[in-house]
């Protein structure tokens, strides 16, 4: 069982938007601002698309963007392109015995 | 270009040792931490450890202490991830990736990811 809970999948057409779920506790997302999100296409390794809950990495479309509300964070993107379609991960500080916990992973359709 | 070129592929045997390597360039390897996440085979995310290049000091998930040890060499910038006695149950891809320490000033997150390693264990 994942530390932080994501929706199993999401869908949406092309130039909608959506948002992503990250619920956690108030040992980690509720507690910090250290929410980062990860964007994963088949067989290739993750890239950092949010850090600090909504700030973006260099050269990361701003159509991504993230937030925070109590002990839940949301990865919203708006104008969805079919390249968007992936797994997305959130993550963030724990103050529990680890210092890192992962999401299950969400997987966004773009239909 | 600031990357991080992880080993190849390793097929092995259960009970066997095995040692795969992270090699940073680009950057001042000493500077950042560096972690490694496990992802089995259409599953998610799981955060194994870090280690801090300067000083060794590593930090190891709960689920990984004991099972795997993390390791580097900073005098030819790469970090390992070592097990002395491999498990069919180890099969996976692992990632090496750059980590910003919570609170040090940047992104407190894992910026730079390596390509992976898949690690097969099988008899």
């Known amino acids: 069982q994942s530390a932080l809970t994501q929706p199993a999948s999401v869908s949406g057409s092309p130039g909608q938007s959506i948002t992503i779920s990250c619920t956690g506790t108030s040992s980690d997302v509720g507690g910090y601002n250290y929410v980062s999100w990860y964007q994963q296409h088949p067989g290739k390794a993750p890239k950092l698309m949010i850090y600090?809950?909504?700030n973006r990495p260099s050269g990361v479309s701003n159509r991504f963007s993230g937030s925070k509300s109590g002990n839940t964070a949301s990865l919203t993107i708006s104008g969805l392109q079919t390249e968007d379609e992936a797994d997305y991960y959130c993550s963030s500080y724990t103050s529990n015995n680890a210092l890192v916990v992962f999401g299950g992973g969400t997987k966004l359709t773009v239909l | 270009e600031v990357q991080l070129v992880q080993s190849g592929a390793e097929v092995k045997k259960p009970g066997e040792s095995l040692k795969i390597s992270c090699k940073g360039s680009g950057y001042r390897f000493t500077t950042y931490w560096i972690g490694w996440v496990r992802q089995m085979a259409g599953k998610g995310l799981e955060w194994m450890g870090i280690i801090n290049p300067g000083d060794s000091d590593a930090r190891y998930s709960p689920s990984f202490q004991g099972q795997v040890t993390i390791s580097a060499d900073k005098s030819i910038s790469t970090a390992y991830l070592q097990w002395s006695s491999l498990k069919a149950s180890d099969t996976a891809m692992y990632y090496c990736a750059r980590f910003h320490y919570y609170g040090s000033g940047g992104t407190d997150a894992f910026d730079i990811w390596g390509q992976g390693t898949m690690v097969t264990v099988s008899s």
């Open positions: 600090d809950v909504s």
